[in-house]
């Protein structure tokens, strides 16, 4: 927290940079704003506890606003933690340190769709359904279709390197992003261009993609489109285990076809989800995969699928289940009478693998996880040619707060350890925040000095979203 | 609502990653958590379980709550904001605890019974009765219509003549009482409605006839769930009209016509399809949808106390809501309610123009002066 001569100064300039009505001190919008959607931060509001809270809310509306905000910030030794449509599930916009949150939504321009580059140039703080929204009245869509679509936005999307439900052929955030303008902790404007490839040394922006407000806050970029698909077909099977799921995803991949939705349920990820409205199995995965495209390409594609999944004991179940969860994605993003109950607090954590790999973490994953009373499940989504992510979803219950959390953080010490030990990446799409951050060394191994020493170089006061992404935590 | 479901239901909105906040019109005028649905129901959370009293910020942050019900569309597991907000207010008014911005509007209606200030004398001064003696209705034209927008009032009246009813208005209305039941002065809101209530029951008429649709919603429901019993249906103007759609002539308008769909007409009170079945008579068919229409349709931001509280962010939402008549290419946006025209045309309406129902049909037959095309 800043003494309140710093917080005094603070205020009276940076009311001078976006006006009285847009910067507050006020504790109610303090708290109102304090939290993202990490569950731990859900757990303990419920629980009536109180979470790091920001000196100051400041809504810049423009890059020249976020600029002189950052300036003042860096001058004064202030922490800025830059928030967007905080729904993020790491806690990567807690004021951990106090300080300055940096709130983008006033900045939610459209600015340009370009029709003959299939481009849209956007502001930061545009939230992703509005966003997608207005692409399909164009004819186009994103490809980014996280589950947290109606609150996360585009800022927060390219700070955590996030992944929509059809990452496997539209790509993720940073496959999508072509262009990227940011702002560093001087209040220096970084505006990388938008061209579909170069060779003009490193990527810059892929330095900022995934930087978690912990380098720069990002203000604008520009991001891929593509037509809308003529068509979305959609289609399930049942497999007996999980290594035949699996090995069919791989050839699926091996044969070319790149399907947009690829979704393999474990036997309780099934249970839960999919049998109180299909009959499965005991014991069975279901696979949900869709195809998007031109009528003629989408039937081929799932005929390949199809016939390779038969050949690999699946049980064809139509459409029906894939169907399904794509009219109900949304849906588990809601809270739940159960869940919400007592001290209650589940969570994912989001790995991603190599196929040589992925099947020995899930198993060592559930292994670690479950050793904590925890209740259990996964699916495999976000496959791609050579591998993909496991949501290794928990859930766990005490009878108090502290056994709760302790639980909580005991389920993901040791289930990263466990992902980290088989060869796996501890998150594919959710970032690190603060639920990860200690364990983000272990993580990069020696490259994390390289990291640590960038930071140093783009942000030596050490202001940008201390405590985040493993780096910058203050006494 | 019970204490119990009160108590579950603000649990889990304060649990919810803010699946609705995209939606909310105060979240497009603020863009900012604070005046957002997940935020108003964590407020009145954490005041319930303990852990923090609502202050000063936190009272005004529920009254920047239009009530719209929005929020409810899109929550799966059917938390009713807009209902804790309003029981929240009720208890924050009988604790003397609201916005002073409110007074105005609770004496004026103690005092002229309308929230304008205007001379209750002057309340019926739109009306000349005709000579008719088809079926007796009387029409209950509320504060809005009766000194703000005349020209419904007056073409409701002669549209009912029209039709072949015998009109009648009410020998002493008060305000039915919406505002003050929207802002928390329930108890005051009742004062009106008893009285409305005796005047009503002993009019001679078969049917009561409302245009708008907070006095709709008050009639129709606030009033008998807080004991206070019409013995007449109340009926709103867009099925009165609906009953009559063979008679009613169809007009070239010159341009397409679209509905807005006001929240007390539409999410509180379930009437989407009368409105359409109108206008889409009376235009020949040439009546486009909105993208947000019917259980999706924007608050026009004249709700619950936010344009008396909050006149700037409101005029936002009717700005917006504009625009999306605009971008259909509408050259009439018609609504069923004086409070929603009333802020829709004091908007930046130019090369849009604004109608409430009863207007536009009486437009179609050509009759009535007062509607400027």
């Known amino acids: 927290m800043l003494d309140s001569k710093t917080k005094s100064v603070l205020l009276e300039r940076i009311r001078t940079v976006v006006g009285s009505d847009h910067v507050t001190v006020n504790e109610t919008d303090a708290i109102l704003n304090a939290h993202d959607a990490n569950p731990l931060s859900e757990a303990k509001i419920r629980a009536g506890e109180s979470l790091p809270l920001a000196d100051l809310i400041v809504f810049p509306a423009s890059t020249e606003e976020v600029s002189k905000v950052l300036k003042l910030a860096n001058e004064l030794r202030v922490p800025v933690v830059p928030v967007g449509g905080g729904a993020g599930t790491c806690g990567g916009t807690l004021p951990v340190y106090g300080g300055i949150q940096l709130d983008l939504k006033r900045m939610d321009k459209v600015i340009l769709i370009d029709n003959q580059s299939m481009l849209v140039q956007v502001q930061a703080g545009v939230v992703g359904i509005d966003l997608e929204e207005e692409v399909n009245r164009q004819g186009y869509t994103t490809g980014h279709t996280p589950t947290s679509l109606r609150a996360s936005n585009v800022g927060g999307f390219i700070a955590t390197r996030s992944g929509g439900s059809m990452s496997s052929l539209y790509g993720k955030i940073e496959d999508l992003t072509l262009g990227l303008e940011v702002v560093l902790a001087d209040g220096s404007v970084i505006r990388c261009k938008a061209v579909p490839r170069h060779s003009v040394g490193p990527d810059l922006k892929q330095l900022f993609i995934g930087s978690e407000g912990t380098l720069c806050v990002i203000t604008e970029a520009t991001l891929r489109l593509f037509p809308l698909p003529k068509e979305r077909r959609f289609r399930s099977m049942s497999f007996p285990d999980v290594h035949s799921g699996l090995e069919a995803i791989r050839l699926i991949f091996r044969e070319g076809v790149l399907p947009s939705v690829v979704r393999l349920y474990d036997p309780e990820d099934t249970a839960l989800h999919v049998s109180s409205h299909f009959d499965v199995e005991e014991g069975s995965c279901m696979l949900m995969l869709a195809f998007d495209g031109r009528a003629e390409k989408v039937a081929v594609e799932e005929s390949i699928a199809a016939e390779i999944c038969l050949k690999n004991g699946a049980k064809d179940y139509g459409e029906g289940p894939s169907r399904y969860w794509w009219e109900h994605r949304y849906d588990m993003y809601y809270p739940t009478k159960f869940a919400t109950s007592g001290y209650s607090v589940g969570d994912t954590i989001d790995i991603v693998a190599t196929y040589d790999k992925l099947e020995n973490v899930y198993h060592e994953m559930k292994k670690a996880m479950e050793a904590h009373d925890a209740v259990v499940m996964s699916h495999f989504s976000h496959m791609y040619p050579n591998g993909g992510s496991i949501y290794m979803i928990f859930f766990v219950s005490k009878e108090d707060a502290s056994s709760a959390w302790s639980a909580y953080k005991g389920i993901w010490d040791d289930g990263v350890a466990a992902c980290l030990r088989m060869g796996g990446t501890m998150s594919h799409q959710h970032g690190v925040g603060t639920t990860r951050s200690t364990y983000t060394e272990a993580e990069w191994g020696s490259g994390f000095q390289v990291l640590r020493q960038i930071k140093e170089v783009l942000d030596p006061n050490g202001i940008m979203n201390p405590g985040k992404l493993g780096m910058g935590g203050r006494s | ?373």
């Open chain 2, 1 to 373: 609502m019970d204490q119990a479901k009160t108590a579950e239901q603000l649990r889990l909105c304060a649990a919810c990653p803010k699946m609705c906040r995209h939606m909310c019109p105060t979240f497009l005028a603020w863009r900012s958590d604070s005046p957002t649905p997940h935020s108003r129901s964590l407020l009145v959370y954490q005041e319930m379980n303990g852990t923090r009293n609502l202050d000063e910020r936190a009272i005004e942050v529920l009254y920047q709550c239009l009530e719209c019900s929005q929020c409810l569309v899109w929550c799966l597991p059917q938390v009713d904001v807009a209902a804790i907000v309003e029981d929240t207010r009720t208890r924050l008014v009988e604790q003397q605890r609201y916005p002073q911005g409110l007074d105005k509007i609770s004496s004026m209606i103690a005092t002229n019974h309308n929230p304008f200030g205007e001379l209750h004398s002057k309340r019926s001064k739109w009306f000349t009765p005709a000579k008719n003696v088809g079926k007796k209705i009387v029409y209950f034209s509320g504060c809005t219509a009766a000194y703000r927008e005349n020209g419904i009032a007056q073409s409701t009246a002669s549209l009912l003549t029209k039709l072949g009813y015998g009109v009648s208005i009410m020998n002493d209305e008060w305000c039915c009482g919406s505002p003050l039941f929207r802002t928390g002065f329930r108890n005051q809101g009742l004062e009106e409605a008893r009285h409305n209530a005796d005047v009503l029951n002993k009019q001679d008429a078969q049917e009561i006839v409302v245009t708008c649709p907070g006095c709709y919603r008050a009639l129709s429901r606030d009033y008998p769930e807080n004991g206070v019993q019409l013995a007449r249906p109340v009926i709103h103007i867009s099925q009165l009209l609906e009953r009559h759609l063979d008679e009613l002539k169809t007009a070239d308008f010159g341009g397409l016509v679209t509905f807005h769909d006001p929240c007390h007409l539409g999410r509180h009170c379930g009437i989407y399809d009368p409105p359409r079945r109108v206008l889409n008579k009376i235009s020949g068919g040439k009546v486009v949808e909105m993208q947000r229409n019917r259980e999706n349709a924007m608050c026009c931001g004249n709700g619950a106390g936010m344009r008396m509280l909050f006149e700037e962010q409101a005029r936002v939402i009717g700005k917006a809501r504009v625009q999306q008549a605009r971008n259909v290419g509408a050259a009439y946006l018609v609504t069923s309610c004086p409070f929603c025209k009333n802020m829709l045309a004091s908007q930046d309406a130019e090369g849009l123009t604004v109608l409430d129902l009863p207007e536009i049909v009486m437009a179609s037959y050509h009759l009535h002066p007062k509607v400027k095309m």
